[in-house]
């Protein structure tokens, strides 16, 4: 059975940069829409991003917009982490599923996603 295997994460102060990376137990899986999700203590899990390379341009949760950047090669799906802030921190977990996923109501609707990433710690600190 495939499964989503993440690295990266760890600890950072307050306007600092980190980055994740998802990737295939089995190098010839492909599913056309990847995201992240995050999860704090307490809280719903809420959408960071998503990814397709086949509709194009990623889309982003506004509290993230212009500070996260998603991509994906041919090895993995990565998340790019700037300036991060104390409320960034929380689980992250990357995740993948058909094209469908990725297009109009469904961006951000975790409940489409079928496979999931073991989860990647993040803490931002003062």
């Known amino acids: 059975q495939v499964r989503l295997v993440q690295s990266g994460g760890g600890s950072v102060q307050d306007g600092g940069s980190l980055r994740l990376s998802c990737a295939a137990s089995?190098?010839?899986?492909?599913?056309?829409?990847m995201a992240w999700f995050r999860q704090a203590p307490g809280m719903e899990r809420e959408w960071v991003a998503t990814f397709s390379h086949v509709i194009g341009p990623a889309n982003y949760a506004d509290s993230v917009k212009g500070r996260f950047t998603i991509s994906q090669d041919k090895n993995a799906l990565y998340l790019d982490m700037n300036r991060l802030k104390i409320d960034d921190s929380a689980m992250y977990y990357c995740?993948?599923?058909?094209?469908?996923?990725?297009?109009?109501?469904?961006?951000?609707?975790?409940?489409?996603?079928?496979?999931w990433g073991q989860g990647s710690q993040v803490t931002v600190s003062s």
């Open positions: 089995d190098n010839n899986y492909r599913r056309d829409c």
């Open positions: 995740a993948a599923d058909f094209v469908g996923a990725c297009r109009g109501s469904s961006i951000g609707d975790k409940s489409r996603f079928t496979l």
